[in-house]
T-cell receptor, first 114, second 114 residues
């Protein structure tokens, strides 16, 4: 089935550092979404991107929708301990049936050392 | 302003029993998606439903699994004759539209089959 390649799988950083992670796909998506998941909880939506080339920020988070529509990246600036968690990218095609389901990457586990 | 609600949060079943997982979407959302997450993995799409209709069940195993979203009440994911391989976290997400766009997740049901 469809797969998104998300990297890196894990990151260990110091508090205050910037973080970057990305997702690539062999096929085109019309929407990219980034989620954060804490242990024992459901994914929480961070940023949604709808247009190729779009750059969107949410506080210290910035995400971009790649021009080719086959990739996206997420940056976190000035990391803090509460940024710890697993970050997932998700791609979505379009259309009322199979298009709206999300295809997820395998996640990036972020650890922030105080 | 309640989010997506799922219950139970934890469910333990013996092999061969039935598991029923419930999901109440956010207020105003009529589109529900179910995803499964195995340990250390990303989420995988199972089924997409609107009120009283299954729109896309391409991710659902052909046997033992069924889903419904009745006119009144929560969406139900039902697993008959559970096996150990069914142990996973099951998440539902809801959305205002089924074409594309943001999906909001519940806290999940952790199913353990003993």
């Amino acid at each position: 089935g469809q797969q998104l390649n998300q990297s890196p799988q894990s990151m260990f950083i110091q508090e205050g550092e910037d973080v970057s992670m990305n997702c690539t796909s062999s096929s085109i998506f019309n929407t990219w979404l980034w989620y954060k998941q804490d242990p024992g909880e459901g994914p929480v939506l961070l940023i949604a991107l709808y247009k190729a080339g779009e750059l969107t920020s949410n506080g210290r988070l910035t995400a971009q929708f790649g021009i080719t529509r086959k990739d996206s990246f997420l940056n976190i600036s000035a990391s803090i301990p509460s940024d710890v968690g697993i970050y997932f990218c998700a791609g979505q095609k379009a259309g009322k049936t199979s298009g709206s389901r999300l295809t997820f990457g395998e996640g990036t586990q972020l650890t922030v050392n105080p | 302003n309640a989010g997506v609600m799922q219950n139970p949060r934890h469910l333990v079943r013996r092999r061969g029993q039935e598991a029923r997982l419930r999901c109440s979407p956010m207020k105003g959302h009529s589109h529900v998606y179910w995803y499964r997450q195995l340990p250390e993995e990303g989420l995988k799409f199972m089924v997409y439903l609107q009120k009283e209709n299954i729109i896309d069940e391409s991710g659902m195993p052909k046997e033992r699994f069924s889903a419904e979203f009745p006119k009144e009440g929560p969406s139900i994911l039902r697993i008959q004759q559970v096996v150990r391989g069914d142990s996973a976290a099951y998440f539902c997400a809801s959305a205002t539209t089924g074409d594309y766009g943001e999906q909001y997740f519940g806290p999940g049901t952790r199913l353990t089959v003993t």
